[in-house]
Structures are given as structure tokens and as C-alpha cells.
């Protein structure tokens, strides 16, 4: 666990202990898969006693919320300088998770891969390549739906790009995001980023190529490679575990590593909830006719409404229907 005296070992409780071995027995007895657990020890960092790096699980763990996740905060006991014993673990104010994919029969079973994490930076290319809007709006559902703070990126603004992407992107700031456009060959806008970052718990996606890791690279020299981003930008399936990594920055606040990428990536989002993803249909939602309106093709649709007197942009509106309708990308 990282600590404000610097990193100390430590070890769970015994209730906390208790409580992994219980939910980890429960899950096994439908599972082929039983491996001896082997005891879980945290390295702890300064600043607030946040997990930096827990050992590897294997991905049938049960979540409770007395499971340890990286980005917890703790409380903990010294027993001396460099370790110590994991009393408590503090109550989270987001989560990222995932369905265990070994146990889809069972749909709670849901393991956290980053805890308190606070925003998302969604980059993509002003062109080469060139933005896909319909597949950042799928980030920005998964994000409101975590209830976690998008920053929009549209990096390589130095490169000649269809007034298009301004348009769609000026959409985007209409709604109530903010979006930097940057360059790391000009600079544009690296320190408005590393602003940004500054204590706070960020995680970089986007589509490969667009220049995530150069950007991780002009904020913090040398992180990318940390980080795993440029192996991920080269080829899959180097982390073959499903932990993530917080580093630290060096002004301060975190670093989600490329295994949060493909958290993020497989993020459901029940069709109930879908609607209340798209900021600007807040205010809408409730005057719909019937209380379970889809806002596909129902009469009395206040959305569809919305949208006919260019209140709700129609592209928008698109992205919706399609990831409503399970149509891919
Ligand atoms: P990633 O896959 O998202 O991590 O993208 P990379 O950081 O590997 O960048 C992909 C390519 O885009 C590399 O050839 C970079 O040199 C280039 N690139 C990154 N940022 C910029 C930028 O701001 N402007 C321009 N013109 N090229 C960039
Ligand atoms: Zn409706």
C-alpha cells in the first residue's frame, strides 16, 4: 500500500480474510476451476494509503464489498516501517468492474478492476485516423454509466482535418463536455491535460493509433512504457491478467493502466438504463408517454420529438438506436 511515510506490505484481517475465503468458496462450488488461494499482500504508496499493486487473482474472485481492489483506499495498522495489516477497506465512490466471464450463469458475479477511479480522458484523432463518433458515444454511455467524468481529447489537432470533426466535436461542448484538442508535436494543450490529471485518478482509452501513448508520453516521459500502453498500441495479449496498475504522476493523481482499456471495453449497459447515458435526453425523459418508451419509434416520444425540432441532435439519437438495438459499430 502506498502511504504518506511511503510503501508498506501488508497483509488482509482475519475478518477480511474470512470474508474473501468465504465469497471465494461460494463461488467455486460451481466452478471446475479449484486452485488454493494463495494470501493476498498489497504494496501501499504516499498519499492517502491507495493500492497501487495487489497480487494477481484469479478471475473467479466473488466482489464484496470486502474485497480488496486496486485504487481502494484503506485503513491500516503498523506494525512496523515497512508493513503493516489492512484493517478496513474505505467505502468507494466509483468502480470499475466486469462480468467474470467464466460465470455468465451467474450475473452478480462482478469483479472490480479499479476502484475510485474519478475520470476517463477519451482520446481520438482529429484525422489519421480519422474520428468515429458513433464509437465515442458508446465510451460516453459506459462512462456516465459508472458515473465516472469523460474528458474528450481529439488529439493530433496539428494535422489538416474535415471541418466535420469540429462540427461534431463543438456538439460535443454544446452538450456539456469538454473537449481539448491537442497535439504532442505542437504541444497544443499537453499542460491544459497534465492540469487535468493533477490529483486525480485517470484512465486514457480511445482507439488504438490515435495517440494515447504519446500523449501519456508528453505528460509523464517514460510512463507509457510503464503503463503497458505501447504494447498494447503493437499487439494483444501481453496482459494476460485482468489487474490493473495505478502509477503515480509526478504532480500528483494516478495512472489506470491499458488492462482498465479493456474493462471499459466490456462495460454492459442495460437497455433501461441506456437513455439516461445520453446527457442531453435528461431533461426529456419524463415526458414520454408510456414510462417504459424505448424513444425508438413511439408515439408521443419526447425524445423522438425533441429530436425532430433539432433539440437533440439526430446523429446522437442514431448512436442510441444502435446501441439500443445491440448493432454493432
Ligand atoms: P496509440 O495507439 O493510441 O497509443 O497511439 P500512438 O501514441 O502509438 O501514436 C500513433 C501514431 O500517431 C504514432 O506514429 C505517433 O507518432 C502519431 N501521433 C501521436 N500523436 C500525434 C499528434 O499529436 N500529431 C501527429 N501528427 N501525430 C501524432
Ligand atoms: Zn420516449
Not at 63 to 86: E, F, K, W
Not at 185 to 212: A, C, E, M, Y
Amino acid at each position: 500500500m502506498h502511504t504518506d511515510d511511503g510503501v508498506v506490505r501488508c497483509t488482509l484481517r482475519g475478518k477480511l480474510k474470512k470474508a474473501f475465503a468465504q465469497a471465494n468458496s461460494a463461488h467455486t462450488q460451481n466452478k471446475t476451476n479449484q486452485q488454493p488461494r494463495t494470501k493476498k499482500s498489497a504494496n501501499l504508496s504516499p498519499d492517502d494509503a491507495r493500492i497501487e499493486r495487489i497480487e494477481k487473482r484469479d478471475s473467479s474472485e466473488n466482489p464484496l464489498p470486502t474485497r480488496l481492489a486496486v485504487g481502494d483506499y484503506v485503513r491500516l495498522r503498523r506494525l512496523d516501517n515497512t508493513t503493516g495489516v489492512i484493517e478496513e477497506i474505505l467505502p468507494r465512490r466509483s468502480e470499475l468492474s466486469r462480468r467474470d466471464a467464466a460465470s455468465n450463469q451467474n450475473k452478480s458475479v462482478q469483479q472490480t478492476l479499479l476502484a475510485n477511479l474519478n475520470q476517463v480522458v477519451i482520446v481520438f484523432a482529429a484525422a489519421q485516423p480519422e474520428p468515429h463518433f458513433g464509437l465515442l458515444d458508446r465510451y460516453l454511455t459506459i462512462c456516465e454509466s459508472a458515473e465516472l467524468k469523460p474528458i474528450i481529447c481529439i488529439n493530433k489537432a496539428d494535422l489538416p482535418h474535415d471541418k466535420l470533426v469540429q462540427q461534431e466535436a463543438d456538439l460535443y461542448s454544446h452538450i456539456g463536455y469538454e473537449v481539448i484538442w491537442s497535439s504532442t508535436q505542437t504541444q497544443q494543450n499537453i499542460d491544459t491535460l497534465k492540469t487535468r490529471l493533477r490529483d486525480h485518478i485517470t484512465l486514457f482509452t480511445g482507439p488504438s493509433g490515435v495517440g494515447k501513448s504519446s500523449l501519456v508520453n508528453a505528460i509523464e516521459p517514460g510512463m507509457a512504457i510503464q503503463t503497458g500502453m505501447i504494447s498494447s498500441a503493437t499487439g494483444k495479449g501481453r496482459h494476460t491478467t485482468t489487474g490493473s496498475q495505478l502509477y503515480p504522476l509526478s504532480d500528483g493523481g494516478w495512472l489506470a493502466d491499458s488492462a482498465g482499456i479493456r474493462a471499459l471495453a466490456a462495460w454492459n449497459i442495460e437497455p433501461e438504463e441506456l437513455a439516461t447515458c445520453f446527457v442531453e435526453f435528461r431533461p426529456y425523459l419524463s415526458e414520454c408517454m408510456y414510462s417504459d418508451c424505448a424513444h425508438i419509434d413511439e408515439e408521443g416520444c419526447a425524445i423522438l420529438r425533441a429530436v425532430d425540432e433539432d433539440i437533440i441532435d439526430a446523429r446522437r439519437h442514431r448512436s442510441y438506436v444502435r446501441i439500443y438495438t445491440g448493432e454493432e459499430r
